[in-house]
Every structure is written in structure tokens, then in C-alpha cells.
């Protein structure tokens, strides 16, 4: 089963700086299906990225999604306040069916 | 526009189960299939399984095998997972979502399901 670790736990920045935000396969995740989700507190997560690298509809440019095999990111280029969330990945295919990780929180610094 | 409406709390106890509900809208059910996730308070997403509304079959995480039924009603647009068993561990969040090869665009609201005696 493949396991996806995110990190760091949590990041602390302030707005207007970079995040890079890692996800790591224990093994390699077929076709690049990988997703990116932010979820904010009390509400249900969103699609941002999803194919290790295409923007979701909608999603603003400043979030970016990269990588392959079993290395992937998610770089918000310029933290807006709204950006302060938690973000998961997730890959999809194969066998199980998902898995997210286990998450990183955004924080203000 | 695409909608998945979920059922409302519930407070259940150790033992007993727990059947929520999932009201898709705006677009062809049979179409897409049904994914369940879950999240305990202050932890990640975990997902439990999906359901396919064409034909109706599922695939369980092994971690809810044999305690969990996910079923659909085409008539009505709506999916159902009934969770057996439960323990205060299972006091979370649930979400219903619609799968799209295992891409989740679209969620329901959530339904916080508590188990305490």
C-alpha cells in the first residue's frame, strides 16, 4: 500500500512570502495522479491541483503543483491571508483507491 | 450546478450503527461514483470507500472491511454508507464526495457523526 508523508507538519510564514509544501510516496504514483486539497477550519477541502501539476478551475496562479514519480510539491508563490489552511495530498489509482497524506498546516508566522 | 447535500448529526452509542445520507443534484448520478471520507476531530482525511451508482460496486478500505455498506438509491440520486460497530474512535466528521476516477472536485457538507455513551 502506498503511504504518502507530508511535510513539514506545519509551516509558519508570514503573507507575502513562499511556501513549499513536500509529498512523498513510499512508492511511485502511477501516471502522476496526484492531488492537492486545501481545507480551512470548519469546511469541507477543495481541489487546487490535481494531476501532480494542472490548476483546478478557478484556483488562483500564485499555487503551483510539481514533481513525479514519488516527489511532488505544492509552492504558493505569495501567501494571501486566506492561504492559512491545511493541505493535503492524495493519490489516486491502483490499489487502495485513495490515500491522502497525513497533511500540512499553514500558519501564520 | 453540482450539489451533494448530507444528513444531519448524529449522536449514536458504542455498539450501535450509524446510516448517513448523500443527496447529489446537478448532474447524472449513475455517471460518476461516490467516495466517503472521514475526518476525527483535529486529525487528517481518511477514506473509507467508494460506490459505483452505474452498477453498484464498492470498493472498502481494508481498514473498514466487513463493518461498513455503502449503497445507492438511483431513484432518488442519493448514496448511503452505514458504518456497524461503532466505538468513540469512530466519532468524526463524514464526508460523501463525488469521484471522478478518484479525483474528488466535489464534497458534501459534512455530517458529524459522535459515539459516546
Redesign the interface.
Known amino acids: 500500500e502506498v503511504v504518502l508523508t507530508q511535510s513539514p507538519g506545519t509551516l509558519s510564514l508570514s503573507p507575502g512570502e513562499r511556501a513549499t509544501l513536500s509529498c512523498r510516496a513510499s512508492q511511485s504514483v502511477s501516471g502522476n495522479?496526484l492531488?492537492w486539497?486545501q481545507?480551512k477550519r470548519g469546511q469541507?477541502?477543495?481541489?487546487l491541483i490535481?494531476a501532480a501539476s494542472s490548476r483546478?478551475t478557478g484556483i488562483p496562479d500564485r499555487f503551483s503543483g510539481g514533481g513525479s514519480g514519488t516527489d511532488f510539491t505544492l509552492t504558493i508563490s505569495r501567501l494571501e491571508p486566506e492561504d492559512f489552511a491545511v493541505y493535503?495530498c492524495?493519490r489516486?489509482?491502483g490499489s487502495?483507491?485513495?490515500?491522502?497524506?497525513?497533511?500540512t498546516k499553514v500558519e501564520i508566522k | 450546478q453540482v450539489q451533494l447535500v448530507q444528513s444531519g448529526a448524529e449522536v449514536t452509542k458504542p455498539g450501535a450503527s450509524v446510516k448517513v445520507s448523500c443527496k447529489a443534484s446537478g448532474y447524472t448520478f449513475s455517471s460518476y461514483g461516490i467516495?466517503w471520507?472521514r475526518q476525527a476531530p483535529g486529525q487528517?482525511?481518511?477514506?473509507m470507500g467508494?460506490i459505483s451508482p452505474y452498477n453498484g460496486n464498492t470498493?472498502y478500505?481494508?481498514k473498514f472491511q466487513g463493518r461498513v455498506i455503502m449503497t445507492t438509491d438511483t431513484s432518488t440520486t442519493t448514496a448511503y454508507m452505514e458504518l456497524r460497530s461503532l466505538t468513540s474512535d469512530d466519532t468524526a466528521v463524514y464526508?460523501c464526495?463525488r469521484d471522478g476516477?478518484?479525483?474528488?472536485?466535489y464534497?458534501?457538507?459534512?455530517t458529524l457523526v459522535t459515539v459516546s455513551s
Open positions: 495522479n492531488v486539497y481545507q469541507a477541502p477543495r481541489v490535481y483546478a493535503y492524495q489516486y489509482g487502495p483507491r485513495l490515500t491522502f497524506g497525513g497533511g | 467516495s471520507v487528517g482525511l481518511e477514506w467508494w470498493n478500505a481494508q464526508y464526495a476516477s478518484g479525483l474528488l472536485h464534497w458534501g457538507q459534512g
